[in-house]
């Protein structure tokens, strides 16, 4: 098997569903981002977007902080430094796929 093909096996699994990289796409581009933001960016439903921050969350790529402003709940999502590493590396496996 060629090397680009074994590549392709050890893609982070966690980031490599579609919706998932999209997430983690958006989230390397700012520092939080709320969820109204991920909703709109993303164009997800309210349920998929919850399942597929919930799955990062899970993996430890992304950090959750949930606040009130007054009686209104917000909740603001940001990539931990495992989100931050997993993400650059799985850039760095996809570029060596596709050269």
Same mark, same amino acid.
């Given at each position: 098997?060629? %090397?680009?093909? *074994? =590549?392709?096996?050890?893609? @982070?699994?966690?980031? /490599?569903?579609?919706?998932?990289l999209m997430l983690v796409a958006l989230?390397?581009?700012?520092?939080?981002? @709320? +969820?109204?933001?991920?909703?709109? #960016?993303?164009?997800? =439903?309210?349920?998929?977007?919850?399942?597929?921050?919930? %799955?990062?969350?899970?993996? !430890?790529?992304? #950090?959750?902080?949930?606040? +009130?402003? !007054?009686?209104?709940? /917000? =909740?603001?999502? %940001?990539? =931990?430094k495992k989100g931050k590493s997993a993400f650059s *590396?799985? %850039?760095?496996?996809? !570029?060596?796929?596709?050269?």
């Amino acid at each position: 098997m060629s %090397r680009p093909l *074994q =590549t392709i096996s050890t893609l @982070d699994r966690v980031i /490599h569903e579609p919706a998932r990289l999209m997430l983690v796409a958006l989230l390397s581009s700012v520092e939080s981002a @709320d +969820f109204l933001f991920l909703l709109k #960016e993303s164009k997800l =439903t309210k349920g998929n977007l919850s399942v597929q921050l919930s %799955r990062l969350e899970e993996a !430890g790529y992304v #950090e959750i902080e949930k606040t +009130f402003r !007054g009686k209104i709940p /917000h =909740t603001e999502y %940001r990539l =931990t430094k495992k989100g931050k590493s997993a993400f650059s *590396q799985y %850039r760095k496996s996809l !570029g060596s796929i596709l050269e």
